[in-house]
């Protein structure tokens, strides 16, 4: 028999939490599918027309591959927000969770009789979690705000990208994200000061923009103090060497981190040329940093020369930090990624097959999070919410759906 595993019954570090997801797209739902992988009840709220994620990404017999992956575990019930009927169901959820995410343009939630204080009438100790572009105060908070304007305003497009080029950007939606990753941060803070009686209910406001902008180092620092305005490197760090990707002789990129004087020097031993380590151009971080152009131009002729699996090979012999530039083909047949089941196959019922998703981030020992669904029909879950947990009569019920309220 196998062993059990936590999370499976609902035993997760996050069981017992009620999490209302309203919104769409990205960084509202990402921060619910964070809270679901940890074992949170995670009812997400749709409009008849449902979320356009389902329909977003790559196309697979009609399921846009994003949907399982930023919809899995949770649970889906349609109801219409604009309706005076529908607004009052929602206060109904609310009252029977611990937690409401949203992700409209600030206003929006207050206009239909939904905003934080409407909602703490009736449950005092809701958590309301709200995303959007700019916060919910200041000048700019009422501006339609998604992900990628976030990015630019938060600094982190500029840095992005080859010097004297146009910025680019990742090719993920990262400061949505950053913006759902920094809401379960609130979440958590906000759930630990109501257990430990300093707060009951509260808001946790998470701006785009704000979430970029808190990765962005010591940017303001070096403006502050010196002017200095720091630049796009493409690859690199300026001042930081050697830390780029080189090539090699079988065409794969591979990045090689040795900045560290003891690792340049073992850098040094495994390139042959271990009295590279001790030239005064070499020998420290800022010697190398001023002379980065140079030393870049010395590795590209080593490794250029060398098949990538055998510079791997050495390098990792002599204990310095470098990888391939994956690839999903490269990730989906790594040994470790699947050590450490970082891909999970779940089932999708629209396709009635598995799909692959990246797994639980992070690890915990005792109570680990599971990916337990591959991401819900439309309104799969409306009878299991609203009749046998809120309690509505099915004749009440059957009327709410002829109305398309449900």
Not at 76 to 102: F, H, K
Not at 134 to 153: C, D, V
Not at 243 to 261: E, F, K, Q
Not at 367 to 386: S, Y
Request: glycine fraction near 12%; charge should be negative; aromatic fraction near 6%.
């Amino acid at each position: 028999m196998p062993p059990h595993r936590p999370g499976a019954d609902g035993f997760g570090a996050l069981a017992g939490v009620r999490v209302i997801e309203v919104g769409q797209m990205i960084a509202g739902p990402f921060a619910g599918h964070l809270l679901a992988d940890h074992g949170a009840n995670v009812i997400k709220v749709e409009s008849h027309d449902g979320d356009v994620m389902r329909g977003w990404g790559a196309q697979y017999k009609g399921l846009g591959l994003y949907w399982p992956a930023i919809s899995r575990n949770k649970r889906s019930v349609t109801l219409d927000l604009r309706t005076t009927r529908g607004q009052s169901l929602l206060r109904a959820l609310a009252a029977t969770a611990d937690v409401l995410i949203e992700n409209f343009r600030p206003g929006t939630m207050e206009a239909w009789g939904l905003g934080p204080s409407e909602l703490w009438q009736a449950n005092p100790r809701l958590i309301v979690v709200r995303v959007s572009g700019y916060g919910q105060t200041g000048p700019y908070s009422k501006r339609a705000g998604f992900g990628a304007i976030g990015e630019a305003m938060g600094g982190i497009r500029y840095l992005t990208g080859e010097p004297g080029r146009l910025p680019v950007r990742m090719g993920i939606s990262l400061g949505d994200a950053l913006a759902a990753t920094q809401g379960v941060i609130g979440v958590l803070l906000a759930l630990y000061a109501r257990v430990a009686g300093r707060a009951a209910g509260q808001m946790v406001d998470v701006a785009i923009y704000e979430a970029v902008w808190a990765y962005m180092e010591s940017t303001i620092g070096d403006y502050d103090k010196l002017g200095l305005v720091r630049e796009p490197t493409g690859a690199r760090l300026a001042g930081v060497a050697p830390s780029s990707v080189y090539p090699t002789a079988d065409g794969i990129w591979v990045l090689i981190a040795a900045n560290r004087d003891t690792v340049f020097r073992r850098l040094a031993v495994a390139m042959g040329s271990p009295d590279l380590a001790w030239d005064p151009q070499y020998q420290t971080h800022e010697a190398r940093g001023r002379h980065q152009n140079e030393l870049d131009d010395l590795i590209t002729r080593w490794s250029i020369g060398e098949d990538s699996s055998e510079l791997l090979k050495t390098l990792d012999e002599h204990g310095v930090p470098a990888g391939r530039i994956y690839t999903a083909a490269d990730i989906a047949k790594d040994p470790h990624y699947q050590a450490r089941e970082m891909i999970v196959h779940v089932r999708n019922d629209l396709i009635e097959e598995d799909v692959a998703v990246p797994g639980i981030v992070p690890k915990l020992s005792s109570t680990p999070g599971l990916v337990r669904t591959g991401g819900p029909l439309l309104g799969e879950h409306n009878v299991e919410v609203f009749v046998e947990e809120l309690g509505i009569p099915m004749p009440e019920y059957e009327d709410l759906v002829r109305s398309r309220i449900i």
